[in-house]
């Protein structure tokens, strides 16, 4: 895939948590060669069920189409959601380890995280590390300020999303009863 | 009450309806089989080689319409089946396969005869299992079984480590899955199929591509009755042959790569196209650009993933064929077609792409006309890859529901021999031919041992060319008779057949086909035929890879060449 057009569109998926899921899922978007820029995976509210958010960059939707069924036919995932023509509140977390080795680099560091209202997490002799929460264009400016002062490491969570407002996410309640409505 | 894990399986599988297994033993499965004497209602036929064990379990799901069931050991055990399970998944075959795994503290310490085997068959099944704990056993056969026969078939592998089948614990068999994230949608949606029927309706030259799903959604009522209905032709794809009676009034073959010129010409002239448990291959399809220019698609599959995959769908509808055409049917009104027929009937005139060349040798074209005459169209056919297996789609007449076997996705050379053997076992009072190539017979002839051992009563008609032919073919057409790698040394296949214990006869001249099938036909038990055929014989119509019909060569072109190497893809 190539050209301009290239979006990044944002699946959000409810998988069984089981030993080898993150494989399955894993190995699927490789075999069929999609590409996925961000995955984030954590507990969701229900017990036995992770909730994972995908960032796939694609110039069709007849890919990210295909993302969402291929993901479907996995069969530990349970519940998948194409967000990219929802209205959603999508975060990001970095943490990002920046050289302090001057007081004067300090208080200008100080600064720059007050107007992000980012955190310093840990203060060491030559260094600060910086906890930001936010969109992913929030995440780059701040990178783009502190790479003046050097930056030792960054580690980034990639994208967490949800849709806003009304929809409530699936219950296993929900989950079961559709289990034992399945026919042959 | 109490049972160990390897009983817990042999169980599982009589409550499954499992009635044969075909295996190969070993260490980390050597606790199961050592049970299954105590269970003499699964017969355990033992192939030589396991990769014969999942093909025969394919070829015995696909006649029988039951789940197939293979067992083979840890490690080299297990690996020997990744073909038979990609075979199967690619067409959708129902398949479930138990392998054993060292025991529990060994895992991941790289012990004797330890692979990765989830890992190993994780892309090539719909779905796999490691049983950590006995408890979960029976539950996890109950799914493998929901899982391989429900929905799109495929193949489920479960992997037992050696200790988990020996523990016992407290068995009971569930009556239900619990599966939430797994729910095939069957009928199809009722405005998509208003929408098909108005499509129909309106439709002045609608052909219907029939493939593997009508079949394995045992569809061919609902089939007939839609195309007699709405009068309109059908083709049916390599893995759909069968599904539509071949002497049909409305049957018109077989599209594709090597289909017949006039089915694909219908296909070009189409304006709405019906598919149907069919995805749309690229050995049917070519050049996706130039696929059925001027027609609307409805695509009916159960396999949500397979709409809008390769080709653009006018109205998708996801579900049972079955139930998707009877739903269908209601809707649509009786028509006729006059025009549309008669053209198609032109067409086949025009194009006799089923006319066999004129000759005193042994063409295979010919031989393959001579079993179907001599069986009637009765038998089951199951085929190899290669020339023989399209000459078989091409020349044999199917009208029998699920009679014609053989591996079009994965095109696994070598899954005739195994197929049949897995055929006829599920199928003992039906006829059955593997039509072999002689390169493909020879990655699974070891299986003559089990074909003999169990009096599986197969006829082996091996097409024997001395070349890898279809690859030859290429060589002639794309590489200017650069006949690399393709020419076969060959042993004296009567002598194998004889070395086995198997009547084993030669075909060399025209005049000795006809009389030979008989006399193998008349014999009770296995007969292996040397047909030694013209050996540079060409599959035609060729629609060249990546082309479209407009590009499709018909017959033998003298001298051709027809682009460089470097244009031709796979």
Redesign the interface.
Known sequence: MSGNNVHSHTITAL??DR??VL??IA?MFR?RGFNIASLAVGKSEQAQLSRMTFVVDSDSD?IV??VT??L????????VSDLSKEDIVARELALVKVRAQTASARSEIIQVVELFRAKIVDVAADSVAIEVTGDEDKIESILTLLRGFGIVEVMRTGRVAMVRGKKAPLK?GE??S??????? | MKRTGAQIVCESLIKEGVDVVFGLVGGAILPLYQTLPEYPQLKHIMVRHEQCAAHAADGYARVTGKVGVCFATSGPGATNLVTGLATALMDSVAMVAITGQVPRAAIGKDAFQETDVTGVTLPVTKHNYLVMDPKDLAATIKEAFHLARTGRPGPVLVDIPKDVQQEEVDYRYPDSVDLPGYKPHLTGHPTQIKRAAKLIAEAERPIILAGHGVIISKAYAELKELAEKAQIPVITTLLGISGFPENHVLSVGMPGMHGMAYANIAIDRSDLLIAIGMRFDDRVVGRVSDFAPRAKIIHIDIDPAEIGKNVKTTVPLVGDAKRVLAALNRQVEHQERGEWIKQIDVLKREHPSHEIPISDKVLPQYVVNQIWEATGGNAIIVTGVGQHQMWAAQHYYYTKPASFVTSGGLGTMGFEVPAAMGAKVGKPRDEVWAICGDGGFQMTLQELATIVENKIDVKLAIFNNSFHGMVRQWQEIFYKKSYVATKLFNPDFVKLADAYGMTGLRVTNKEEVRPIIDQARAVKGPVLIDFVVESEENVYPMIPAGTSVNEMLEAPLPGLHLVDSKDSST
Do not use: F, L, N, Y
């Open positions: 998988v069984q030993p080898g494989t399955r190995s075999r007849d189409e295909q069924k291929q479907h036919k996995i069969i530990e995932v349970v519940k296993t989950a079961k559709r289990a034992s409505t399945r026919g042959g």
